[in-house]
Structures are given as C-alpha cells and as structure tokens.
Nanobody, 124 residues
C-alpha cells in the first residue's frame, strides 16, 4: 500500500506560480512511475504530467507544456509539479498518483494509488 498526500495548492493570480508536492509513504517510492492529474468542475480527470521511476523520462499534456515541470526526489519520497504562467483554465483539483509499474504511465487506469487532491484556483 502507498499513501499519497498532496500539498501546495491555493489561490493565485493569472501569470503566477505554484509548486505542488506529493509525499509518499508505504512501499518503495522508486518502484513507481508517478503522475499528476487534474479535474475541473464538470470535466473528466486528465493527466497533466508524468515521470518514470528515475526521473529521466517525463511527459506533459499539450495544455501545460512549457509552463509546468514535473520532478521527483526519491530520497525524500516526493514528487513535485512546478506550475508557472498559470491561467484561469488551470483551475482544478490536482491529484498525485502512483502507477502500477516503474515506467512512465499516461492514462488513469495505469495508476494504482491516488492522493486526495489539492485545489488550485487561478483568478483572472
């Protein structure tokens, strides 16, 4: 079992930045590819960014490419999402997730463990 706890969400003006953190506990963190997803009201939960076990392979949704950066620190059992140049359309609940395998995973059904989510609100 892996427990995931997100932090770092909040209210920010358009153009601002936030850094989300996801602390993992339980099994060996480096066994899992990790991902960040988001869900806006009335919309499906979509992948934002993903990273493999070592951190040398990453993926970004087109909507955040060039603005968001995913990274991980296996010594601290933590994955991060640095969000810059935030837009109102980035407003959503952001979820951290651990995949079934160490490699990078792109779809929600490839993830086994999920955090409770943290709200990000970007005002215009």
């Amino acid at each position: 079992q892996v427990q995931l706890v997100e932090s770092g969400g909040g209210l920010v003006q358009a153009g601002g930045s936030l850094r989300l953190s996801c602390a993992a506990s339980g099994r060996t963190f480096s066994n899992y590819g990790m991902g960040w997803f988001r869900q806006a009201p009335g919309k499906e939960r979509d992948v934002v960014a993903a990273i493999n076990w070592s951190g040398d392979t990453t993926y970004y949704a087109d909507s955040v490419k060039g603005r968001f950066t995913i990274s991980r620190d296996n010594a601290k059992n933590t994955v991060y999402l640095q969000m810059n140049s935030l837009k109102p359309e980035d407003t959503a609940v952001y979820y951290c997730a651990a995949a079934y395998r160490p490699e990078i995973a792109y779809y929600g059904n490839e993830y086994r463990y999920w955090g409770q989510g943290t709200q990000v609100t970007v005002s215009s």
